[in-house]
């Protein structure tokens, strides 16, 4: 993988769909403030929870600029990945649950890939952790753009946060 300079690259979106997550939003959101890579915006979109979840995505964005908030009636997980493409200004977007963390190297490395391949997706292998176990999510290799796009649309809806997707192909999703 080439050289990216840590400050620059393109920005990136981060949406985080929150619903009542307080016993994991902390983790998720300090996961993302600690990237590497610095040149990000995260869209926390609060969907009606009725716990604390909205004071804690507050709390973050009176702390780090970067941090917006969305705040919504309950509209259920797309309708707020939806409200974060809406307000998203990156040239990029990602997805990360409010119930996930992500390694340090998360956003720099997918966007070095990016770079280095010209690429406008660009995937991740994930490790589901459950309490008592895990499994491993293997992405299959991806050949060209039409083949990367195409897995995109067929496995957004389950695991759309292993994608790293220019916003203009997430913008046509009407």
């Known amino acids: 993988m080439g050289f990216i300079n840590?400050?620059?690259?393109?920005?990136?979106?981060?949406?985080?769909?929150?619903?009542?997550?307080?016993?994991?939003?902390?983790?998720?959101?300090?996961?993302?403030?600690?990237?590497?890579y610095k040149n990000f915006e995260l869209l926390l979109v609060n969907d009606g929870s009725s716990d604390n979840s909205l004071e804690i995505c507050n709390l973050y964005a009176l702390k780090?600029?970067?941090?917006?908030?969305?705040?919504?009636?309950?509209?259920?997980?797309?309708s707020a990945r939806n409200a974060g493409i809406d307000y998203a200004k990156g040239e990029w977007i990602t997805f990360v649950d409010s119930d996930d963390w992500v390694h340090k190297d998360y956003l720099l490395q997918r966007v070095a890939l990016a770079e280095e391949r010209n690429a406008d997706v660009v995937y991740c292998d994930a490790e589901n952790v459950y309490e008592k176990s895990s499994s491993i999510f293997k992405m299959p290799d991806l050949i060209n753009e039409k083949t990367q796009i195409n897995a995109w649309i067929e496995a957004r809806s389950t695991?759309?946060?292993?994608?790293?997707?220019?916003?203009?192909?997430?913008?046509?999703?009407?």
């Open 6 to 36: 840590k400050e620059r690259g393109g920005m990136i979106s981060v949406i985080v769909p929150v619903y009542n997550s307080v016993k994991y939003l902390d983790k998720c959101i300090q996961s993302i403030l600690n990237q590497t």
């Open 64 to 78: 780090d600029d970067r941090v917006k908030v969305i705040d919504q009636s309950n509209g259920g997980v797309s």
């Open 159 to 174: 695991y759309c946060w292993v994608f790293l997707i220019k916003k203009v192909y997430v913008l046509l999703r009407e």
